[in-house]
């Protein structure tokens, strides 16, 4: 039968309300979900009213919990299922900050303070460069006192930039920004929450480099600096969306809900909130009870350090887990990954199969990576799935900046990517035999190291596992 016509039963089982029907392949109804998906205009008018009323969604702010109250409003008239799951977390407030050149000349510097930067009364340093700030950078000079200009290529992990700084007595650090055109970075300065000893702020890649041109010309170069933002424990929530199966096996489809405040946070994650949003359509309408259980979160904390997906994690401790799919800035589909587990490469290669004339590009990849939500489920043992997808550089250029509107997102993205995510949320959710058994803490230790991602998350605080490769892990 010809993709239309499976279509057109999708359409039929709709209105008869009780889908999937029995009997109905699965296929017919992936490929129904796929055309509608297509189809549907609605994910992009979502997320163009969400980035518009609200702006950037920073955790714990006013604009963050507004967004939040929408997302679930919208859900609700949609029929869906769904309710705020409330957590508490290191929360930070940005205020007016200021960086000001002083010498050789009179200028404020365009920056933004790294979360968890605690309020500082105004002071004047001298600027020195700390290069990547390791230990042998700061041997070569005298650090104490002054501020470092710290560059953009640094191998130091994040979280440990302002360690570094203050074992050798900093006041202050300028973190030049790899990105050119007079961008900033607005990051976690903490992964652990803690607030930092030192300010840290992003500097444009332009004004970093003016500065490091004066110094290495023997110029005295003075900055004054003061930070009014603030650190405070908040409640904030994740929003959950669960469509029962006929088990109590798990799918778990996330995707970070909280941005940046500098921009609206539309690339980063907007389009993830959006794909959730039209996956919750879909699937309300297709699928409404599948073999497994499909769980779709929003959650809220991530860019300060994936705190709402931490608490999730947690709160699924117990439950049977057969993947958790997690989509952070996925454009449009190229591959999907495995992360490392090898017994979901043939489930996804099946998967990829079942796409037809139209398979993913770069087909299944088996790469783990570190710096998203997946992260806080794999700790558990949980196995975890992400999506590759291409989006314009000069759309994904401005991300965690002011840049990052709606108008770079592509109205075609959010049909063209929800289609596939909806469609492989689908499979995993009717595939059979998935195992929901839990890695044991000496796998989930070997696959981290296997991609040589145990220094990065030693640098966030998120290592759980003893240092020696031989010693067996903590409990
Ligand atoms: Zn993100």
């Known amino acids: 039968m010809s993709w239309w016509g499976w279509a057109s039963i999708g359409v039929v089982a709709v209105l008869l309300g009780g889908v999937p029907l029995r009997g109905q392949p699965v296929q017919a109804v992936q490929e129904a979900i796929v055309a509608d998906a297509q189809a549907d205009t609605s994910g992009h008018q979502f997320l163009t009213r969400l980035c518009d009323d609200f702006g950037g969604r920073l955790t714990g702010s006013p604009a963050n919990r507004g967004a939040l109250e929408r997302v679930l409003a919208e859900l609700k008239a949609l029929g869906v299922e769904a309710r705020l799951e409330k957590f508490r977390m290191p929360g930070w407030v940005r205020e007016r900050d200021e960086v000001m050149l002083i010498a050789p000349l009179r200028r404020p510097l365009r920056v933004a303070a790294l979360s968890y930067t605690q309020p500082q009364a105004k002071f004047e340093a001298e600027v020195v460069d700390i290069g990547q700030g390791r ?31 203050v074992k050798h007595g900093m006041r202050g650090i300028l973190f030049i920004n790899r990105v050119a055109g007079g961008q900033l970075l607005a990051r976690t300065g903490s992964f652990t929450g803690e607030p930092l000893r030192i300010p840290v702020f992003s500097l444009t890649q332009e004004e970093g480099n003016w500065m490091l041109r004066l110094l290495k010309r023997g110029e005295i170069v003075r900055v004054s600096m003061e930070a009014g933002s603030h650190c405070e424990e908040i409640e904030t929530a994740n929003i959950v969306a669960t469509f029962p199966g006929r088990t109590a096996d798990r799918i778990v489809v996330g995707a970070h809900f909280d941005s940046w405040d500098l921009g609206q946070g539309a690339m980063d994650n907007g389009v993830g909130i959006a794909q959730l949003y039209l996956l919750a359509r879909l699937l309300h309408a297709h699928a409404p009870q599948n073999l497994r259980t499909v769980e779709l979160v929003w959650f809220n904390g991530e860019e300060q350090g994936l705190w709402g997906s931490r608490f999730h994690a947690a709160a699924l401790r117990g439950q049977p887990v057969a993947a958790v799919i997690n989509l952070d800035m996925v454009g449009f589909p190229l591959s999907v990954n495995a992360l490392g587990y090898d017994d979901l490469v043939p489930v996804l290669e099946r998967f990829n199969a079942s796409l037809g004339a139209h398979p993913l590009k770069q087909g299944v990849g088996n790469i783990n990576w570190f710096g998203s939500d997946h992260t806080s489920f794999q700790l558990e043992g949980i196995r975890a799935v992400t999506y590759g997808g291409f989006i314009e550089p000069d759309a994904v250029r401005y991300y965690h900046d002011f840049g990052d509107t709606i108008d770079k997102v592509d109205p075609r993205l959010i049909p063209e990517s929800a289609a596939l995510i909806a469609a492989l949320t689908y499979r995993l959710a009717n595939e059979p035999g998935l195992a929901t058994t839990r890695l044991p803490p000496a ?16 640098g966030v605080g998120l290592w759980p596992f003893a240092d020696s490769p031989a010693s067996p892990p903590k409990p």
Do not use: H, W
């Open 443 to 458: 796998e989930v230790e070997a696959l981290f190291r296997k991609f040589d991602l145990e220094n990065r998350l030693k």
């Open 135 to 165: 230990d042998e950078d700061f041997a070569k000079l005298n650090a104490t006192g002054k501020v470092g200009l710290l560059a953009p290529n640094t191998t130091v992990p994040r979280g440990q930039y302002e360690n570094a700084a």
